[in-house]
């Protein structure tokens, strides 16, 4: 019923920049906070930045300076412009939001992931 397809990962060297963006659609009635995860092999999956309906941001200290996340709410799609990328930022990337479904009921959908890779 709700969807949230992740596109714009791939492999950049050490210093470069990727943007992720993650579009929802669906029976959503409003998108409330939405955010950007990621999971290296071998680690837990950890939140690299959020953002809530009204645009207050939230980061990871990992990435402070040199990624961004943004939303078009018109759009229903947030976006993750990575800077400055290291190594050690090598990880598949999950978008996550939760919403308000049209019928009434809150719920919290995953994207199926992209994956970020960064050659040294």
């Known amino acids: 019923q709700v969807q949230l397809v992740e596109s714009g990962g791939g492999l950049v060297q050490a210093g470069g920049s990727l943007r992720l963006s993650c579009a929802a659609s669906?029976?959503?009635?409003?998108?409330?906070?939405m955010g950007w995860y990621r999971q290296a092999p071998g680690k837990q999956r950890e939140l690299v930045a959020a953002?809530?309906?009204?645009?207050?941001?939230n980061y990871a200290d990992s990435v402070k300076g040199r990624f961004t996340i943004s939303r078009d709410n018109a759009k229903n799609t947030v976006y993750l412009q990575m800077n400055s990328l290291k190594p050690e930022d090598t990880a598949v990337y999950y978008c996550?939001?939760?919403?308000?479904?049209?019928?009434?009921?809150?719920?919290?959908?995953w994207g199926q992931g992209t994956q970020v890779t960064v050659s040294s």
């Open positions: 996550n939001a939760d919403f308000r479904l049209s019928w009434g009921p809150l719920a919290n959908s």
């Open positions: 669906g029976s959503i009635f409003r998108i409330n906070g």
């Open positions: 953002i809530t309906s009204g645009g207050s941001t």
